[in-house]
C-alpha cells in the first residue's frame, strides 16, 4: 500500500513563492498512475488543481492556476512537486497529494495535506 506524505505549506505574503512537495512514505511513486493536486479551503468543495501523466510528459492546471503553478514529478526520486508562484489569497487552502494504483481494480490514494496560507 502506497502512503504519501505532502510538506512545504506555510504562511506566504500575496506574490510569493512556495514549493509543495508529495514523497512516498511507503511504496512508490513510480507504481502510481497519473498523479493530481487538490485544494480545499473552509467551506469549499475539494478542487483539482494540477495533474501529471505517469511519466511526467504531460500537465494539465486549473484556470486558475495556470502560468503560476508547475506540477513536476520525478519517479526515480521518489518525489512530485507543485511550484506555486505569485501567489494570491484566493490560493489559501489545505493542498493534498493524490493518485491511482492499479491493484486488481483502481484504488485511490491521498496524503494527509498541507496547509497554504497567502496573507498580507
Known amino acids: 500500500q502506497v502512503q504519501l506524505v505532502e510538506s512545504g505549506g506555510g504562511l506566504v505574503q500575496p506574490g510569493g513563492s512556495l514549493r509543495l512537495s508529495c514523497v512516498a512514505s511507503?511504496?512508490?511513486?513510480?507504481?502510481?498512475?497519473?498523479m493530481d493536486w487538490f485544494r480545499q479551503a473552509p467551506g469549499h468543495r475539494r478542487e483539482l488543481v494540477a495533474t501529471?501523466?505517469?511519466?511526467?510528459?504531460?500537465?494539465n492546471y486549473a484556470d486558475s492556476v495556470k502560468g503560476r503553478f508547475t506540477m513536476s514529478r520525478d519517479n526515480a526520486k521518489n518525489t512530485v512537486l507543485l511550484q506555486m508562484n505569485s501567489l494570491k489569497p484566493e490560493d489559501t487552502a489545505v493542498y493534498y497529494c493524490?493518485?491511482?494504483?492499479?491493484?486488481?481494480?483502481?484504488?485511490?490514494?491521498w496524503g494527509q495535506g498541507t496547509q497554504v496560507t497567502v496573507s498580507s
Open positions: 511507503s511504496g512508490s511513486i513510480s507504481s502510481l498512475a497519473n
Open positions: 501529471i501523466s505517469s511519466r511526467g510528459s504531460s500537465t
Open positions: 493524490h493518485g491511482h494504483i492499479w491493484t486488481g481494480t483502481w484504488e485511490e490514494v
